[in-house]
């Protein structure tokens, strides 16, 4: 646990002997400094002044009694609040330099982005300024609650949301009114060897997203019209092949098989 606790601190700015004596304070309760460096293997020589950097950040507070000087950590939720307020004041004061700076415009580039969690950001953005419609193509795995209940508003403000939803499981649990279900998950990871993600918004911007089982991202983000365009025809053509299957199931089956494999058979260009 005290491990666990040292490095989420370290995310946020504390160094290894400021979250070492935190949490050995968390834990041990109120401690004179000769104390806390006993306890947290921080040298004597230093770990007065973690203490005082420590003082600085609200991370920890100091009595005085029986002519000793006193340390004990700030409650956890105390520590988070601080760090919360620093985090929204840096940010608030990173967007007004940003506005001030502007943003090139570039619609030809082609950006790559290689972290999920960027690429999330950025799909969060683009569903934010959605004004006309929204086309996404995303396994049950990439959908999280936040991205769920984006597209859920923008269905509802916007209408046209179009979701292609793939799930190996085969659920199909959402909270999105409508969506496309793929069918034929099994068939596409063996093609392919990994899940996707395609967003387009207003047919203005694209990002497409490869993740594989090992966690790696590649991802591509643009606003070339011609990649736009394709992306958005890509999702709409699922979408209507999805709808003429369900709609003509058993003859596509009886003709095809359960799987579509013989249709598939037809257009493949492997040996």
Known sequence: MTEKMVFLLKNFGFTESESRVYVSLLESGPCTGYEVSKISAVPRSKVYGVL??????????LTRRDKKILYNAQSVSEVSGVIEKKITENLNRLRKQAQEIGEPESKEDIWNLYSMDAVKVKIYEMLNRAS???CVQIWADELDSCMEDCLVKKQRELGKVLVVLYDLSGKYKTKITHVYKHGFEQEKLAE???RWLVVTVDGEETLSASIKENGKVEATYTKNSRMVFFAKEYALHDAYSLKM???LKKQVTTEFGDDMKELRNVFSFQD
Do not use: S
């Open 52 to 61: 005082e950097t420590l003082l600085q950040k609200g991370a920890v507070a």
């Open 192 to 194: 392919l060897g990994n």
């Open 132 to 134: 006309k419609e929204i």
């Open 245 to 247: 299957i369900e709609h």
